[in-house]
């Protein structure tokens, strides 16, 4: 199905179902609220005569009151997990009509990439905001990571791309785990708060006296109360309860701090156990990724869920009733921790990889929905040798226009560098971006805004976007400077690389601009990488003749017509002929 009818259709499934939610919520609302009065006026009628009748009729009204409660738990839940499914739909179709994403747009992550401000990859309407579908701690490091650090291994950038295609084939799930995930926000720090938890030596477990009276003390207990009520002795159950907080003083220090630890924890570790509970109804196929990563978390999603109803029971103590009575009968927090302790003795070494798979399902799911949005795009193909890139058809997928004008590129194969002249506004900037922002996608094994596109896998290189820092003390042309230094210190690697120049050395003379930047372009070419030198320099293109089979002119021409500036968008090959400024400060009054 078409995203758009796809999106559409389950937008009108949820509204409806939302709305036949809270009918039924109200009809049980109301019978929730028959039952208790009734429950009331039979016990008040059993208070002033006993009878077995009154008696039924108050047990039968009870038993209606809890089942109602119930029910009207499980439709609240219902209707959440409705809202949503419908808050994801409304967002999908307001992002393919290139409206804004309602996830998290990044813009606090902090990251080194070089190319990071260059190809926008964090904050509004960035890439990251394109693709995150993330809820979670885990899934914005794994999205982020990827974004920063593409893959570099064919058979990696294979295997994504295999498992992006079939997971994207399943949207349905994709959107309940997405749902879960916004479910169970984590509002009380995240899930790497439990790593100083999982470290803490075992300490009550192993004690094999406290695991014997832990049993006993409260059947003692119990026993006691018991018989104080029959009896009115209330000795045996004064020095059982005695004695359970004086066990309980001993460990109290312990406890509080294995509290703090874990306490308050149980929306978190609810909201990694849905997600690793959905992707197992995943349909891995023969997928080499899906099947690993259903392997790895097959037992994960059990025990999440254990920890969190053990994280709920042991937060119980924070209730001033359960601290009281439930230690003084049962040791309560000792019963909490010794069951807290072998869960963690069971699971602490599998604990922290079922959280990275959290963040790897979160970063294949905002994938997998970026291909299902958009299914003309195509998934490369990843070559080996030299570094190239080849693509028809390749737009940028920021771009807001329904329809961007689409270039072809072939870099690599017959030449390393290609110099793209044009005046302002012609489009050599955003052709920079866009090569750039399609290969990362490529090597996070996403599809690609091109109708066809290969590569080798490379570091992306860039020098695009400058800016001077007051804090820093660095004017724009050291900014600039400092940047192509740090390019030329990872080409110095002699690792592969896409290197892209955008108007270099913009602040100093022309003479010394063209002699540093020819010397620059001289430079690159003695390493292993491909470049694309945008510039309003033209006698650089000169470098073709001199530089032949490494250097190419490419460019992107103006027009002037009827008294209007004109812009097609598409490189060519050659050298621009045509200039705008003169003409644009003439229309303005400028000169």
Not at 283 to 306: F, H, Y
Not at 320 to 333: G, I, K, P, Q, R
């Amino acid at each position: 199905m078409e995203p758009l009818n796809f999106y559409t259709e389950r937008i009108t499934v949820y509204r409806n179902r939302i709305k036949k939610l809270r009918k039924r919520i109200a009809t049980v609302a109301i019978l929730r609220l028959t039952s208790f009065v009734f429950l009331g006026l039979s016990l008040y009628f059993l208070s002033r005569q006993y009878a077995v009748p009154l008696l039924l009729i108050s047990v039968f009204f009870l038993i209606c009151f809890i089942i109602f409660i119930r029910v009207s738990l499980n439709l609240q839940s219902a209707k959440q997990l409705s809202e949503k499914m419908l808050f994801i739909n409304e967002n999908e179709l307001r992002v393919i009509n290139h409206g804004e994403n309602g996830f998290n747009d990044g813009k606090e992550i902090a990251a080194t990439a070089i190319y990071r401000d260059d190809l926008d990859i964090f904050g509004p309407r960035s890439l990251y905001h394109l693709l995150n579908r993330t809820a979670t701690s885990h899934g914005s490091e794994a999205l982020s990571a990827l974004l920063t650090s593409p893959l570099r291994s064919n058979k990696e950038i294979a295997e994504r791309q295999e498992a992006t295609r079939h997971f994207s084939t399943q949207p349905e799930l994709g959107q309940l785990i997405a749902a879960q995930g916004l479910l169970h926000a984590e509002t009380e720090g995240n899930m790497n708060d439990l790593s100083e938890w999982m470290e803490t030596p075992q300490k009550l477990a192993g004690i094999a006296w406290l695991n014997i009276i832990r049993i006993v003390l409260p059947i003692w207990n119990i026993a006691a109360l018991l018989y104080y009520l029959s009896e009115n002795n209330p000795l045996p159950v004064i020095a059982g309860v005695a004695l359970s907080w004086l066990i309980i003083s001993v460990f109290l220090k312990y406890i509080h701090t294995q509290h703090r630890l874990i306490g308050k924890k149980q929306p978190i570790l609810e909201q990694y156990g849905s997600i690793l509970q959905y992707f197992g109804q995943t349909d891995a196929g023969n997928v080499t990724r899906l099947r690993s990563l259903k392997e790895k978390t097959a037992s994960g999603r059990q025990e999440i869920w254990k920890l969190s109803k053990l994280a709920a029971s042991f937060d119980q103590r924070l209730n001033l009733v359960v601290f009281m009575f439930a230690n003084s009968l049962l040791l309560y927090d000792v019963q909490c921790m010794i069951a807290l302790e072998k869960w963690r003795s069971r699971n602490k070494r599998h604990f922290s990889e079922w959280a990275d798979c959290v963040g790897s399902i979160e970063a294949l799911n905002s994938l997998s929905v970026f291909a299902f949005n958009n299914p003309g795009y195509c998934y490369p193909t990843v070559e080996e040798g030299a570094p190239f890139i080849k693509a028809t058809g390749m737009a940028h997928p920021l771009m807001q226009l329904k329809a961007p004008v689409a270039n072809d590129l072939c870099v690599g194969k017959e030449d390393k560098l290609l110099l793209v002249t044009g005046s302002n506004m012609s489009g050599k900037s955003t052709f920079l971006r866009t090569v750039g922002i399609n290969l990362l996608l490529a090597q996070c094994g996403a599809p690609v805004y091109a109708d066809t596109f290969a590569f080798t896998p490379m570091n992306i290189l860039s020098s695009i976007r400058i800016s001077d820092s007051l804090q820093e003390n660095t004017s724009y042309f050291m900014a600039e400077l400092k940047r192509l230094h740090d390019i030329i210190a990872e080409l110095e690697k002699d690792a592969p690389a896409l290197v892209l120049i955008d108007e270099v050395l913009r602040g100093t003379n022309s003479d010394d601009k063209t002699y540093g930047s020819e010397a620059f372009i001289r430079k690159l070419l003695r390493y292993p990488c491909i470049a694309l030198f945008a510039t309003h320099d033209l006698s650089l293109s000169e470098l073709e003749k001199a530089l032949p089979q490494e250097v190419n002119n490419y460019c992107f021409e103006s027009s002037i017509e009827n008294g209007e500036l004109l812009f097609d968008y598409a490189l060519r090959r050659g050298v621009a002929k045509n200039k705008n400024a003169s003409f644009l400060m003439e229309k303005m009054g400028i000169i």
